[in-house]
DNA sequence: GTCTATAGATTGATAGAC
DNA sequence: GTCTATCAATCTATAGAC
């Protein structure tokens, strides 16, 4: 932890200020706060706040892909794994409850703020969608696949979105079972 | 719409502006320009910003109740009521791949700015569902008319989300269209 | 009821000492 | 590499003329 890079540091501060607070919304006093750095010594490491946002985005890639590689590692079977994209829900469902989803709400953010890096944001979404697309071609759905990797992941949106405005946790549990209900319907063939 | 009073433009146009920018990224210099006013003048009318904010809340709490009752008075029955929720995808698609649901987004951006009117743009939501909850009731779904409502909210956030992502009408189409069968495999008895 | 002028705070960003 | 000091712009909000 305290040997990390101060660029390292401020992207994780960003990373998470960000959600909590939106990207428009954080400035750099808040960050600098956080990470316990003058504000000046930003300008040090980065040349302007949209070069500490593609920062972020580029991190949350690189942890989306980490996290599906394991996925992908952990499941033997593809609805093994479509099932570990579902249960993220669950798993933080106590971040949801209070920010939404990361990937969802920087989205809708950026496109508001019609921002350049918007489109990078939603390579986040892309990665999730190639990836279920993957699993769902593995289980012999070869043209639909992506629709049903984008079913998921709107429903997943939808939960996230829905719970955190109801502080509802036994949403979320309840539209996982009933996702997962659903996968079992569409387990044509995995390795028979 | 020349004799609207300045309030009532004020109101529209921070609408307008909250739901295509954001609320924490409109600022009073937006409105004016819109509304062709000095940004003094805004405090004649409102003592805040947070007050603009209750005022476009109330008005957009007044819109979906009348929207709502159009609704019940166009559908005879409880399934065309709820097919009418369905398919305001379709008739905001234009400006939902834009900005996203105006509910979602404004619930989303206020919860990351732990904002004191969170609650109250959340009851749009309740309002939604409530009102379908009544319509899952009087198809005969008792117990679980509620669960049924929330679900047809989520899937609605969700397609929102996504099809604002990828800029995607077509999705927006496949969804509203699995929803409807989703919708008629769930038509008990109605007037029977 | 609408305006101009301005206060007071905060923002992103820069310059230069150490 | 980190700091202090500061700039210029912007923000919400206020005061007071008309």
Redesign the interface.
Known sequence: MSDKTTRDQIIEAADRLFY???F??TSFADIAAFVKISRGNFYYHFKSKDEILDAVIALRLQNTKKMLKQWEKDGAQPIDRIGSFIHILITNQAKIL???CPV??L???L???DHKSHAEA?QI?SLCRNWLGKQFAALGHGDKAD?LA??I???????A??S???QDDK?IA??VA?MCDWLQLHAKNSTT
């Open positions: 909590q607070q939106g428009d919304h209070l920010y939404g969802g709400t989205s809708s953010e496109a508001k703020l939603n979404f629709a984008m079913h992941l709107a429903r997943s949106q939808g939960v979105t829905l955190s405005a109801f949403f309840q539209e009933q």
